[in-house]
């Protein structure tokens, strides 16, 4: 038997991968590198779980990361400038206007007109919401009641308007 085709036994400890390369002869004998990546801890492996969870469920959870990046956005403007919550106030009057220009260009009546409603309601709060956490910090008084309140009615709202596959 020759050495190439015998098998040979060498002891190497649990959980190493051990790669063969048989030699490589003539003109072409370049050598290479293999790169053998180590396993995923624990804490790596749950969070390319989540991470996975939550790329696949991106659209469902668009107001969830919208309301976050509120959130972060609310804190910076407290910190950097809080006067721009007196720039920011009267966006809260945007939705009610757009209420009234929608409801006298296609008149709705029941369901459609109180969805109209519901959802002028819940984006002249999350401004106003906006204007004050921009002015006093995001986790002052019942601000942080008042941000998760509007991210449950948003989140579910989104997954009763929104169209499913």
Not at 104 to 126: E, N
Not at 138 to 158: C, N, R
């Amino acid at each position: 038997m020759s050495s190439r085709t015998r098998a040979r036994s060498v002891k190497t400890a649990a959980g190493v991968h051990t790669v063969r390369i048989p030699r490589q002869r003539g003109r072409r004998s370049d050598p290479f590198v293999i790169v053998v990546p180590e396993r995923p801890s624990l804490a790596r492996e749950a969070l390319g779980f989540v991470g996975r969870g939550l790329w696949t469920f991106r659209r469902a959870l668009a107001p969830t990361g919208l309301s976050v990046l509120a959130f972060l956005v609310a804190g910076l403007l407290h910190l950097i400038a809080w006067w721009s919550a007196l720039v920011i106030a009267p966006v809260a009057a945007v939705p009610v206007v757009w209420l009234l220009l929608v409801q006298r260009r296609r008149p709705a009546r029941s369901s459609a007109l109180a969805w109209r409603i519901g959802l002028a309601t819940l984006a002249t709060l999350a401004a106003v919401w906006l204007a004050l956490a921009a002015g006093f910090g995001p986790l002052a008084g019942p601000l942080a009641l008042l941000w998760l309140l509007i991210l449950i009615a948003a989140q579910t709202a989104w997954l009763i308007i929104r169209p499913s596959r």
